[in-house]
């Protein structure tokens, strides 16, 4: 059977090509052998990664195969230890990167499992509720309000149906259903009246439909195949750290021969130089720098998804700290996703209410509903009955008489959230669509539209037939000759008309979504072109959806960080601009707020020169987003985009760092994206940001101590055998400080926190050095001063005639205590230790506090000390040691203290947006 034909048929006809009764839907069996034919009703996924090509892919570094060789070597050449030694700390940091990066693959798999609907089908003629996945082509399905409809199908039966087909349409308004065949062979998806589509939710009604579509044959799937294969690639960080791993070995192993070379020639042993110079290729190679990088991005991974931000691809990490721009959807990201009605505007009277969300509880000031027998009780009658949303109670629905109003009650509606508002208010005066439905009877309704942008039903009581309206205020208006008053129904001139729209537009310049409503006696029979004249005009209703508290403050976040924040909404362009001064988004009157007709009469090239300048486009179609985010990259801004249907699904894989709402958001979407939001809220991207922000400050923390501390043990050793002096350390020595040092320390000081100022920085350049900032310099000074600080201690040893045992100790325990004291100056690059303080990092601590555990043990116990060649020391030579090891970071501290409390940095600068040189 021809996909394209379905919408044409009889719902008879489809159900003899799918051979199924639709009284008794299909037999377990038969549902089973379609099963098998056509496969599960899922989204097929890309395969996760295989734990065991996980943990082999730990050893395929290059500075990683060198270590492999040098360790074959000493097992060879008869030295077990060494080899031993060697293998072990591959091992140690390739288990480590295994569990990091695992886990972050399994919070990327708790995707695909974000949503997993059920649905009630029709199967050996009685109803059962089965997984989504276990529906086969020609089941019967059951659907009603706040149903996500599971497969493609095409409707049988109707009563009322309702459908919000945004997240595949980009039609904002529900879609009204019916079930007789379409004349239009080739008419668009949108335009499919008789047709439900995999993905898309039934706001109200009720519906009997066949599955002619499952999985990856559905509309939904279809899209999604052709976005879904994304490759994964290596972070533009890790691609440069991989290069200069590369640098790195080849300088170290250069050196490690000329050390090997000059102490055979000063009368070392081959045998003895050749260990010494495999020790210090050991030491040299940062072999843990691969590892420690995985392990960063993988835990700020983990950090992301305890703040709501799911990472899907490792890149967008990175690129985070880098974002200049976040352009967000208003609606449940900026704001609540909860309407609540504010002012009724009725018989000239300005009436607020109070209350919270869809809680039935609030009062009305300006005027007493009970009391009120005229215009505003007529408001409320006419809010309350047309009307096709459900008032809920923990997802329980509740009619009037059930409706306690406990501290513990948790509010909801099924259906639409601006009809929500209006049975809320309703509600709150007492006014109850159950209780009106025991005296009237609706008999009629005619759906709202998007091209109508209103909504008529209508009621009968006893012989009396009454036309219900609300839609938007200019066509209501339009529409109505009368006006009902506390003195009865008058006329309404053009100069009250005028006073209506004024007050109207004064209504939106305050957030407010603004709805009229109007009624009329109607005879029965009555045409319905006829049924929406000649209206009776009520009033008109005002409601918001509130800025989320935390995207208050996450907005003043981002203008402190240097990023710009940007709404796109679908809203009026007076709420939009009421809405984004509400946020803080726009801060002047002069603010342009660009229209989705403003942006249609744009050419690329006029958006691309004026983008810079726009903080929020109203009235705008998910396509237009595509255009934006083009516009702003072209003016080389880092974007972030947010999404949630599948019209959005462009845009936001467009983005540089593409965003999808965990909760509202369809699968295309989230396949799309490089982030998913759970809670859909805004400050969870700012969030996100802050960690890619702290997650790249602290792999440049690990990179400036690991380095420094590499160069300081090969300084240690150069510059020692270059001046004729003994070896100052021992190969086993060696190896030794590379497991104290670079293990534990190094791996606590890559998950360190985020500092606090990090985001009052302005973001950094993709394009930027690792090294940039004066990091390089760090680490050669440092690095330097370690070296030279264990010769030092060395030299001290021997000029005191301790003997060379001891003097190594000394050096050996110097250059380990050395770097363990370094691990604290590393924590911030602004501030010292005195500022930051030793105990922000409890993990570090820890770590420290093991390390030099390790060190005492292998000085004083006697069973390591004939293992590592070494002697207890004394008091003045642990005085020596500790003025030397801890000596520069004291200094240094001291001097970051005095340099930040007399010189204090120059306060933020108010944000502002220039446009970037292309």
Request: charged fraction near 20%.
């Amino acid at each position: 059977m021809q996909r394209q034909v379905w919408h044409i048929l009889t719902g008879g006809e489809i159900c003899k090509g799918f051979r199924v009764d639709p009284e008794k839907g299909l037999s377990d069996r038969e549902v089973s052998r379609r099963l098998a034919e056509f496969g599960p009703n899922s989204l097929v996924v890309k395969k996760g990664v295989n734990p065991v090509f996980l943990f082999l892919g730990q050893f395929k570094d290059f500075m990683v195969l060198v270590l492999m060789v040098a360790t074959l070597i000493s097992g060879l050449l008869g030295e077990i230890a060494d080899a031993v030694t060697i293998l072990a700390i591959v091992f140690l940091n390739a288990v480590l990167g295994f569990i990091q990066e695992y886990k972050a693959e399994r919070s990327m798999e708790s995707l695909r499992s974000l949503t997993a609907p059920e649905a009630m089908v029709l199967r050996n003629s009685r109803t059962e509720k089965v997984h989504a996945s276990g529906l086969a082509p020609g089941d019967i399905l059951m659907l009603e309000a706040g149903d996500r409809i599971p497969a493609d199908i095409r409707w049988l039966n109707t009563s009322n149906i309702r459908v919000e087909e945004s997240a595949l349409t980009g039609e904002s308004q529900p879609v009204a259903k019916m079930n007789q065949p379409l004349t239009d062979e080739y008419s668009s998806v949108a335009d499919r009246k008789n047709m439900g589509y995999m993905g898309t939710v039934v706001v109200n009604g009720r519906g009997l439909g066949i599955v002619i579509a499952t999985g990856m044959n559905t509309e939904m799937g279809m899209i999604a195949g052709m976005i879904q294969e994304v490759k994964e690639e290596e972070t533009p960080l890790q691609k440069r750290l991989a290069q200069l791993g590369k640098w790195l070995v080849t300088i170290s192993l250069a050196v490690c021969v000329v050390v090997v070379v000059t102490g055979v020639l000063q009368g070392e042993s081959f045998e003895k130089m050749f260990f010494a110079g495999v020790s210090l290729a050991v030491a040299a190679i940062p072999e843990g720098l691969p590892a420690i990088v995985t392990v960063a991005l993988a835990i700020g991974v983990q950090r992301m998804v305890k703040r709501n931000a799911v990472i899907r691809k490792l890149p967008a990490v990175e690129t985070l700290g880098c974002a200049t721009v976040i352009c967000s959807d208003k609606t449940g990201t900026l704001t609540q996703n909860e309407m609540t009605v504010r002012r009724i505007f009725c018989d000239n009277q300005v009436i607020t209410l109070t209350g919270q969300g869809y809680d039935p509880k609030g009062d009305y000031h300006g005027a007493d509903p009970y009391k009120d027998k005229g215009p505003l009780k007529e408001l409320l009658r006419c809010a309350a009955l047309c009307n096709n949303a459900v008032l809920t109670k923990k997802g329980i629905q509740v009619a009037g008489l059930f409706r306690g109003k406990g501290q513990d009650s948790i509010w909801g509606i099924e259906g639409d959230p601006t009809e929500g508002a209006l049975l809320v208010a309703a509600a709150k005066a007492g006014v109850w669509r159950e209780a009106l439905e025991r005296k009237e009877q609706r008999v009629a309704e005619i759906p709202f539209e998007s091209e109508r942008k209103r909504m008529t039903v209508i009621y009968k009581n006893k012989e009396e037939y009454k036309a219900y309206v609300k839609g938007a205020p200019d066509v209501v208006l339009g529409l109505c000759s009368r006006e009902m008053t506390k003195d009865g129904v008058v006329e309404l001139t053009s100069e009250r008309r005028k006073q209506i729209l004024f007050y109207n537009d004064e209504m939106a310049s305050h957030a407010l979504r603004v709805l009229a409503l109007g009624l009329k006696d109607v005879r029965r029979g009555e045409p319905n072109g006829d049924v929406e004249n000649d209206l009776i005009f009520l009033g008109l209703t005002g409601m918001i959806d509130p800025p989320r508290t935390s995207a208050v403050k996450a907005i003043k976040v981002c203008q402190a960080a240097g990023i710009k924040p940007v709404m796109i909404t679908g809203d009026h362009k007076l709420t939009a601009q009421a809405v984004a001064k509400e946020l803080g988004i726009i801060r002047g009157f002069n603010e342009r707020v660009v229209t989705g007709i403003e942006l249609d009469q744009m050419t690329d090239e006029d958006l691309s020169h004026m983008v810079m300048n726009i903080s929020v486009f109203a009235r705008v179609a998910p396509r237009d987003k595509l255009r934006i985010v083009r516009a702003l990259k072209k003016n080389g801004q880092i974007v972030a985009m947010t999404g949630d249907g599948v019209n959005d699904a462009p845009a936001v894989k467009e983005a540089d760092i593409g965003v999808a709402m965990g909760q509202t958001g369809t699968d295309v979407t989230k396949e799309a994206s490089a982030m998913v939001i759970s809670d859909d809220n805004f400050a969870a991207i700012v969030a996100a940001v802050e960690e890619g922000r702290g997650i790249y400050d602290n792999i440049r923390k690990f990179i400036r101590y690991l380095l420094s501390c590499n160069l300081g043990e090969v300084l240690t050793m150069f510059l020692g055998t270059l001046t004729g002096l003994p070896l100052p350390l021992l190969p086993i020595q060696i190896l030794w400080v590379n497991l104290v040092t670079d293990g534990l320390p190094a791996m606590a000081l890559g998950v360190d926190g985020t500092e606090p100022d990090i985001m009052k920085r302005v973001p950094r350049q993709p394009e930027e050095s690792v090294f940039a900032r004066g990091l390089g310099q760090k680490i050669l000074i440092r690095g330097t001063i370690i070296g030279l600080a264990t010769l030092f201690v060395f030299v001290i040893g021997l000029w005191y005639g301790v003997g060379l045992l001891a003097a190594r100790t000394m050096a050996f325990t110097t250059l380990v205590f050395s770097q363990l004291f370094h691990v604290f100056d590393c924590k911030s690059e602004r501030r010292g230790i005195f500022e930051v303080g030793i105990f922000s990092n409890p993990l570090l601590v820890v770590a420290v506090a093991i390390s030099v555990t390790m060190q005492l043990s292998v000085i004083y116990l006697p069973a390591l000390q004939v293992i590592f060649k070494t002697t207890a020391l004394v008091g003045w030579q642990w005085l020596v040691i500790l003025v030397a090891a801890g000596g520069p970071s004291l200094i240094i501290g001291l001097t970051r203290l005095i340099r930040n409390r007399y010189q204090p940095a120059k306060s933020s600068p108010n944000f502002s947006f220039k446009k970037s040189v292309h």
